[in-house]
């Protein structure tokens, strides 16, 4: 497959429909980007990521924003078979230790970094955490792929639904901004500044700490500017969805 036919590089400015607004877009493509980065490669997001072409795409990206936020190097020198072993040895496989020789007793841990949101919210529930996703996602007609089977709080399902917010306020609806700032201030935040701790306290962690890293910077750069503009509060029905 080419690279432009490429699933994570969908956002060219002079493609996109007229009325549609650049810098949201290339906002909601950004999010999507660290999406798909927080996966184990197939053998397509590997070649994109060894031979540069995600970084320079996030760097595009960010040059059609307003965000000040230094550009991450996402390109990889280790073979596809490392890059892997590293994914699944952070956020995929656990362990089991011994604790009462005696009669076999185990404790089973998680991986080493969760990519959950509920696991860094410790003030809260996990039915909390996600049943406030879930209307979340449902107000604004989004649904998780059930045959995916994953979570309401995983990564990947948080950052592509921000990349739609963004890309909803860019074509048809302005104020989805305040929105998205409730977003961040009741999940995206706290997740990502949990996910980028807990990856620091790791070693070796490669690509995937610079992602971390990044998403971090992203969403509280994202933060700052909404912050700043002069947009309503966005309203709340009784659980916490957003009302338009």
């Not at 890059?83 to 076999?104: H, M, P, Q, W």
């Not at 917010?165 to 201030?185: I, K, N, Q």
Request: with cysteine.
């Amino acid at each position: 497959m080419a690279v432009e036919d490429s699933e994570i590089l969908t956002y060219r400015p002079a493609t996109l429909p007229d009325g549609v607004d650049q810098e949201p877009s290339a906002r909601g493509a950004l999010y999507a980007l660290c999406s798909r980065i927080f996966t184990d490669p197939d053998d397509e997001l590997y070649a994109l990521l060894a031979n540069g072409t995600v970084t320079r795409e996030c760097r595009t990206l960010l040059d059609h924003t307003t965000l000040s936020v230094e550009p991450p190097d996402f390109t990889v020198a280790e073979d596809h078979k490392t890059v892997s072993a590293r994914f699944n040895d952070l956020f995929v496989i656990g362990y089991s230790e011994v604790v009462d020789k005696t009669d076999g007793t185990m404790n089973n841990h998680g991986p080493p970094v969760s990519l959950y949101e509920s696991d860094y919210r410790s003030e809260i529930s996990w039915n909390e955490v996600n049943l406030d996703l879930a209307r979340a996602y449902e107000f604004f007609g989004c649904e998780v792929d059930q045959e995916i089977r994953r979570n309401h709080d995983h990564l990947k399902l948080e950052l592509e639904f921000m990349s739609y917010l963004c890309r909803r306020e860019a074509a048809v609806d302005p104020g989805v901004a305040a929105a998205r700032l409730d977003f961040h201030d009741r999940h995206l935040r706290v997740f990502a500044e949990g996910l980028a701790d807990a990856v620091e306290d790791e070693s070796g962690t490669g690509i995937f700490g610079r992602a971390a890293d990044f998403v971090e910077r992203l969403v509280k750069a994202d933060i700052e500017e909404l912050a700043h503009r002069e947009i309503e509060e966005p309203t709340t029905r009784e659980g916490g969805s957003t009302d338009e």
